[in-house]
Protein backbone atom coordinates (compact mmCIF):
# COMPACT_ATOMS: atom_id res chain seq x y z
CA UNK A 1 0.00 0.00 0.00
CA UNK A 2 0.60 3.63 -0.23
CA UNK A 3 1.26 3.80 3.65
CA UNK A 4 1.33 2.64 7.02
CA UNK A 5 -2.29 0.82 8.13
CA UNK A 6 -3.43 0.21 10.95
CA UNK A 7 -6.86 -1.73 11.78
CA UNK A 8 -9.56 -1.60 13.06
CA UNK A 9 -9.30 2.37 13.28
CA UNK A 10 -12.08 1.81 16.05
CA UNK A 11 -12.77 -0.47 19.04
CA UNK A 12 -14.75 -0.22 21.16
CA UNK A 13 -14.44 -3.06 24.42
CA UNK A 14 -15.38 -4.23 27.51
CA UNK A 15 -13.02 -4.42 30.50
CA UNK A 16 -11.47 -7.76 30.94
CA UNK A 17 -11.67 -8.85 27.60
CA UNK A 18 -8.30 -8.90 24.88
CA UNK A 19 -8.10 -6.62 22.14
CA UNK A 20 -5.46 -7.18 19.27
CA UNK A 21 -4.32 -4.20 17.03
CA UNK A 22 -2.77 -4.59 13.81
CA UNK A 23 -0.24 -2.68 11.89
CA UNK A 24 0.68 -3.17 8.18
CA UNK A 25 3.92 -0.99 7.63
CA UNK A 26 5.44 0.70 4.26
CA UNK A 27 6.94 -2.00 1.77
CA UNK A 28 10.72 -2.68 2.44
CA UNK A 29 10.58 -0.40 5.78
CA UNK A 30 12.47 -2.72 8.21
CA UNK A 31 11.97 -0.64 10.96
CA UNK A 32 8.14 -0.67 13.31
CA UNK A 33 7.47 1.60 15.74
CA UNK A 34 4.31 1.42 18.70
CA UNK A 35 3.20 4.43 20.50
CA UNK A 36 0.15 5.38 21.93
CA UNK A 37 -1.35 8.95 22.01
CA UNK A 38 -3.29 9.69 25.24
CA UNK A 39 -4.77 13.29 25.85
CA UNK A 40 -2.36 15.08 27.24
CA UNK A 41 0.36 12.41 27.48
CA UNK A 42 1.76 13.53 24.01
CA UNK A 43 3.07 10.38 22.32
CA UNK A 44 4.22 7.32 24.66
CA UNK A 45 6.57 5.22 23.18
CA UNK A 46 5.36 1.22 23.31
CA UNK A 47 7.98 -0.49 21.44
CA UNK A 48 10.43 -1.03 18.45
CA UNK A 49 10.50 -3.75 15.83
CA UNK A 50 13.70 -3.98 13.68
CA UNK A 51 12.68 -7.30 11.41
CA UNK A 52 11.18 -9.07 13.47
CA UNK A 53 12.80 -8.74 16.29
CA UNK A 54 12.66 -6.08 19.21
CA UNK A 55 15.39 -4.37 20.53
CA UNK A 56 13.48 -1.91 22.72
CA UNK A 57 10.30 -2.88 24.19
CA UNK A 58 11.12 -0.54 27.05
CA UNK A 59 7.93 1.51 26.58
CA UNK A 60 5.12 -1.50 27.30
CA UNK A 61 3.44 -0.30 30.49
CA UNK A 62 2.86 -4.07 31.58
CA UNK A 63 2.79 -7.68 30.91
CA UNK A 64 -0.36 -7.60 29.61
CA UNK A 65 0.91 -5.68 26.35
CA UNK A 66 2.76 -7.57 24.07
CA UNK A 67 3.94 -7.31 20.61
CA UNK A 68 4.98 -9.60 17.83
CA UNK A 69 6.41 -9.23 14.54
CA UNK A 70 6.17 -11.68 11.55
CA UNK A 71 7.99 -11.57 8.19
CA UNK A 72 9.32 -8.92 8.90
CA UNK A 73 5.88 -6.75 7.84
CA UNK A 74 2.95 -7.16 9.78
CA UNK A 75 2.93 -6.81 13.69
CA UNK A 76 -0.01 -7.10 15.99
CA UNK A 77 -0.23 -5.21 19.50
CA UNK A 78 -2.09 -7.53 22.02
CA UNK A 79 -3.34 -5.65 25.23
CA UNK A 80 -5.15 -8.74 27.33
CA UNK A 81 -7.66 -7.62 30.30
CA UNK A 82 -8.22 -4.29 28.89
CA UNK A 83 -8.67 -1.97 31.67
CA UNK A 84 -9.96 1.72 31.28
CA UNK A 85 -6.93 3.21 31.46
CA UNK A 86 -5.84 1.46 28.26
CA UNK A 87 -8.10 3.64 26.19
CA UNK A 88 -6.22 5.74 23.63
CA UNK A 89 -5.21 6.37 20.25
CA UNK A 90 -2.54 3.48 19.26
CA UNK A 91 -0.40 4.29 16.40
CA UNK A 92 2.12 2.80 14.27
CA UNK A 93 5.10 3.80 12.28
CA UNK A 94 7.72 2.71 10.09
CA UNK A 95 10.91 3.76 8.81
CA UNK A 96 13.91 2.62 6.53
CA UNK A 97 16.28 0.79 8.86
CA UNK A 98 16.57 2.81 12.07
CA UNK A 99 15.25 5.70 10.08
CA UNK A 100 18.40 6.39 8.11
CA UNK A 101 19.98 9.45 8.12
CA UNK A 102 16.95 11.15 7.42
CA UNK A 103 15.04 9.69 10.47
CA UNK A 104 11.71 9.60 9.04
CA UNK A 105 8.98 7.70 10.82
CA UNK A 106 5.88 7.57 8.58
CA UNK A 107 2.80 7.34 10.94
CA UNK A 108 -0.70 5.15 10.36
CA UNK A 109 -3.64 6.78 11.21
CA UNK A 110 -3.95 4.99 14.22
CA UNK A 111 -6.67 2.55 16.15
CA UNK A 112 -8.26 4.46 18.63
CA UNK A 113 -9.25 1.59 21.57
CA UNK A 114 -12.23 2.96 24.49
CA UNK A 115 -12.44 0.14 26.77
CA UNK A 116 -15.95 0.51 28.50
CA UNK B 1 17.47 8.74 29.98
CA UNK B 2 16.34 10.85 27.06
CA UNK B 3 13.57 13.48 27.84
CA UNK B 4 12.17 16.19 25.58
CA UNK B 5 9.74 18.75 27.30
CA UNK B 6 7.27 21.25 25.72
CA UNK B 7 5.98 23.84 28.20
CA UNK B 8 3.05 24.93 26.20
CA UNK B 9 0.03 22.87 25.72
CA UNK B 10 -1.31 25.75 23.50
CA UNK B 11 0.09 28.68 21.96
CA UNK B 12 -2.57 31.12 20.26
CA UNK B 13 -1.28 34.04 17.85
CA UNK B 14 -2.72 36.22 15.01
CA UNK B 15 -2.25 35.89 11.76
CA UNK B 16 0.78 37.32 10.54
CA UNK B 17 2.49 37.40 14.13
CA UNK B 18 5.61 35.40 14.56
CA UNK B 19 5.30 31.83 16.00
CA UNK B 20 7.82 30.48 18.19
CA UNK B 21 6.99 26.96 19.83
CA UNK B 22 9.18 26.11 22.45
CA UNK B 23 11.34 22.55 22.90
CA UNK B 24 13.85 21.27 25.11
CA UNK B 25 15.73 18.34 25.79
CA UNK B 26 18.01 16.33 28.22
CA UNK B 27 20.26 13.79 26.76
CA UNK B 28 23.68 13.91 27.55
CA UNK B 29 25.22 12.77 23.92
CA UNK B 30 24.40 14.37 20.70
CA UNK B 31 20.69 14.00 20.01
CA UNK B 32 19.07 14.18 16.38
CA UNK B 33 15.98 16.57 16.93
CA UNK B 34 12.45 16.78 14.89
CA UNK B 35 9.54 18.27 14.60
CA UNK B 36 6.42 16.29 13.71
CA UNK B 37 3.29 17.66 12.95
CA UNK B 38 -0.68 16.76 13.00
CA UNK B 39 -2.79 18.71 10.92
CA UNK B 40 -6.56 18.29 11.71
CA UNK B 41 -8.10 14.86 10.39
CA UNK B 42 -4.67 13.87 9.29
CA UNK B 43 -1.39 11.50 10.07
CA UNK B 44 1.49 12.48 12.10
CA UNK B 45 3.82 13.93 9.11
CA UNK B 46 7.71 14.75 9.84
CA UNK B 47 7.92 18.83 9.67
CA UNK B 48 11.86 19.44 9.52
CA UNK B 49 14.95 17.44 11.05
CA UNK B 50 17.92 19.85 12.45
CA UNK B 51 20.18 18.00 10.28
CA UNK B 52 18.50 19.25 7.37
CA UNK B 53 19.22 23.00 8.34
CA UNK B 54 16.12 23.31 5.77
CA UNK B 55 13.14 25.73 6.65
CA UNK B 56 9.66 23.91 5.57
CA UNK B 57 6.72 25.92 4.93
CA UNK B 58 8.77 28.89 6.07
CA UNK B 59 9.19 26.93 9.84
CA UNK B 60 13.25 26.98 10.81
CA UNK B 61 14.77 25.10 14.07
CA UNK B 62 18.25 25.63 15.37
CA UNK B 63 19.87 23.26 17.78
CA UNK B 64 21.27 25.03 20.43
CA UNK B 65 23.18 22.34 22.31
CA UNK B 66 24.27 24.94 25.07
CA UNK B 67 20.58 25.55 26.07
CA UNK B 68 19.78 22.29 25.11
CA UNK B 69 16.91 23.75 22.46
CA UNK B 70 15.40 23.29 19.41
CA UNK B 71 12.79 25.64 19.39
CA UNK B 72 10.66 26.14 15.54
CA UNK B 73 9.85 29.31 14.74
CA UNK B 74 7.98 30.82 11.97
CA UNK B 75 7.77 34.98 11.53
CA UNK B 76 4.65 35.65 10.20
CA UNK B 77 2.11 32.62 11.14
CA UNK B 78 -0.63 31.74 8.87
CA UNK B 79 -4.13 30.19 9.10
CA UNK B 80 -2.90 26.80 7.71
CA UNK B 81 -0.29 26.48 10.58
CA UNK B 82 -2.84 25.63 12.91
CA UNK B 83 -1.91 22.18 14.38
CA UNK B 84 -0.39 19.82 17.06
CA UNK B 85 3.04 20.19 16.66
CA UNK B 86 5.69 17.35 18.63
CA UNK B 87 9.55 17.59 19.21
CA UNK B 88 10.83 14.86 19.19
CA UNK B 89 15.08 13.35 19.77
CA UNK B 90 16.42 10.46 18.69
CA UNK B 91 20.16 8.87 20.24
CA UNK B 92 21.19 7.66 16.93
CA UNK B 93 19.95 5.93 13.77
CA UNK B 94 18.79 2.65 15.10
CA UNK B 95 16.75 3.64 18.07
CA UNK B 96 13.56 5.10 19.03
CA UNK B 97 11.86 8.58 18.98
CA UNK B 98 11.21 9.97 22.13
CA UNK B 99 8.80 12.40 21.68
CA UNK B 100 7.35 15.63 23.71
CA UNK B 101 4.03 16.29 25.27
CA UNK B 102 3.06 18.60 22.01
CA UNK B 103 2.03 21.80 21.67
CA UNK B 104 -1.41 22.94 20.01
CA UNK B 105 -0.97 25.88 17.69
CA UNK B 106 -3.61 28.17 16.96
CA UNK B 107 -3.90 30.92 14.38
CA UNK B 108 -6.27 33.24 14.77
CA UNK B 109 -7.38 36.36 12.40
Known amino acids: GAGVSQSPSNKVTEKGKDVELRCDPI?????LYWYRQSLGQGLEFLIY????????KSGLPSDRFSAERTGGSVSTLTIQRTQQEDSAVYLC??????????????FGEGSRLTVL | AQRVTQPEKLLSVFKGAPVELKCNYSYSGSPELFWYVQYSRQRLQLLLR??SRESIKGFTADLNKGETSFHLKKPFAQEEDSAMYYC???????????FGTGTRLQVTL
Open chain 2, 88 to 98: ALRRGTASKLT
Open chain 2, 50 to 51: HI
Open chain 1, 27 to 31: SGHTA
Open chain 1, 49 to 56: FQGNSAPD
Open chain 1, 93 to 106: ASSLVGGGAAGELF
